[in-house]
């Protein structure tokens, strides 16, 4: 009996093998047309993977997607920062040709003063509240600063020494509302005209030369600068150009608005000028620079 099951088994094994043989023979030929089995085989599987690749693809598009929004990211950061580093560099050198600019400027402004030195020195403090009166400069008296120098650009006068420190100095500018800033100025031309600088108007944006002679001639555009007869202030400063001139209601005297050769409004680096020489001129009435 045992040897019957025996005989029984090795008979189903040898008939599975050839029926897979054929099977797999059967499946290698060139058919035009699937067997059913095969049909039902690859439909099955052809289901299955429809149902699970819809859903793979979508987790895998989601992952992929947020690796991609991490690259866009990273890179947005690093332009970001690169456009920042180019909007930095583009900043300073603006700011260095500028000041270049204004040094190489105040170079030949030096080379050209005869009677007087210069002291050159940067601004360092401006109130914004006081923006049109005073600033800070970076020199003092260990400097050989002192009280009511002049304080020039290489554009021309902007005001004076108001106060002075030990290592900084105060600077008053010629828009101050203060009655007591007033500078001795001449309008120059073939009968030159002096006056004061004293006051300055708002609205027109001009500084107001006062005290000029109600018969001197003076013409639109000519060039204002410092007369030198107060003693302080050396002579020939630009001041700026006149841009009007009016009588006052008495018919007395002149007042000439002046166009400022410098710019109030940007400063970055002055030059304070100490007088040299005493000379004053004799033929006009002497003025103060207060």
Same mark, same amino acid.
């Given at each position: 009996?045992? $040897?019957?099951?025996?005989?029984?088994?090795?008979? /189903?094994?040898? *008939?599975?093998? *050839?029926?897979?043989?054929?099977?797999?023979?059967?499946?290698?030929?060139?058919?035009?047309?699937?067997?059913? +089995?095969? &049909?039902?085989?690859?439909?099955?599987?052809?289901?299955?993977?429809?149902?699970?690749?819809? +859903?793979?693809?979508?987790?895998?598009?989601?992952?992929?997607?947020?690796?991609?929004?991490?690259?866009?990211?990273?890179?947005?950061?690093?332009?970001?920062?690169?456009?920042?580093?180019?909007?930095?560099?583009?900043?300073?050198?603006?700011?260095?040709?500028?000041?270049?600019?204004?040094?190489?400027?105040?170079?030949?402004?030096?080379?050209?003063?005869?009677?007087? !030195?210069? #002291?050159?020195? #940067?601004? /360092?403090?401006?109130?914004?509240?006081?923006?049109?009166?005073?600033?800070?400069?970076?020199?003092?008296?260990?400097?050989?600063?002192?009280?009511?120098?002049?304080? *020039?650009? =290489?554009?021309?006068? *902007?005001?004076?020494?108001?106060?002075?420190? $030990?290592?900084?100095? #105060?600077?008053?500018?010629?828009? =101050?509302?203060? +009655?007591?800033?007033?500078?001795?100025?001449?309008? $120059?031309?073939?009968?030159?005209?002096?006056?004061?600088?004293?006051?300055?108007?708002?609205?027109? &944006?001009?500084?107001?030369? !006062?005290?000029?002679?109600?018969?001197?001639?003076?013409?639109?555009?000519?060039?204002?600068?410092?007369?030198?007869?107060?003693?302080?202030?050396?002579?020939?400063?630009?001041?700026?150009?006149?841009?009007?001139?009016?009588?006052?209601?008495?018919?007395?005297? &002149? #007042? %000439?608005?002046?166009?400022? %050769? %410098?710019?109030?409004?940007?400063?970055?680096?002055?030059? /304070?000028?100490?007088?040299?020489?005493?000379?004053?001129?004799?033929?006009? !009435?002497?003025?103060?620079?207060?």
């Amino acid at each position: 009996m045992p $040897q019957f099951f025996l005989n029984k088994k090795l008979i /189903i094994l040898l *008939i599975s093998i *050839i029926f897979l043989v054929s099977l797999i023979g059967f499946s290698l030929r060139d058919r035009d047309e699937l067997s059913w +089995p095969e &049909q039902f085989m690859k439909d099955s599987a052809g289901f299955v993977q429809t149902i699970f690749h819809k +859903p793979a693809s979508a987790i895998a598009g989601f992952f992929e997607n947020l690796s991609d929004l991490r690259n866009t990211y990273e890179e947005n950061q690093n332009l970001k920062e690169r456009l920042e580093e180019y909007v930095k560099l583009e900043t300073e050198i603006y700011d260095l040709e500028k000041e270049n600019e204004e040094l190489r400027a105040m170079v030949e402004k030096e080379e050209s003063l005869n009677d007087y !030195t210069v #002291t050159q020195s #940067t601004v /360092i403090g401006r109130s914004p509240e006081r923006w049109h009166e005073t600033l800070t400069v970076s020199k003092g008296s260990v400097n050989g600063i002192e009280k009511n120098m002049a304080v *020039i650009t =290489a554009e021309g006068l *902007i005001g004076k020494v108001k106060s002075v420190s $030990q290592f900084t100095s #105060t600077v008053q500018l010629l828009t =101050a509302l203060d +009655p007591q800033n007033r500078i001795s100025a001449v309008v $120059q031309g073939k009968k030159p005209a002096y006056g004061f600088i004293q006051g300055f108007d708002e609205e027109k &944006q001009a500084l107001m030369l !006062t005290g000029l002679l109600y018969d001197a001639d003076i013409k639109e555009g000519s060039n204002v600068v410092t007369s030198g007869l107060g003693g302080v202030f050396p002579k020939g400063l630009v001041v700026g150009t006149v841009e009007e001139v009016i009588i006052d209601q008495y018919g007395l005297t &002149q #007042t %000439a608005y002046i166009k400022p %050769a %410098a710019n109030f409004d940007d400063v970055n680096n002055v030059m /304070i000028v100490k007088r040299t020489t005493t000379e004053v001129d004799t033929d006009s !009435t002497e003025g103060d620079d207060l």
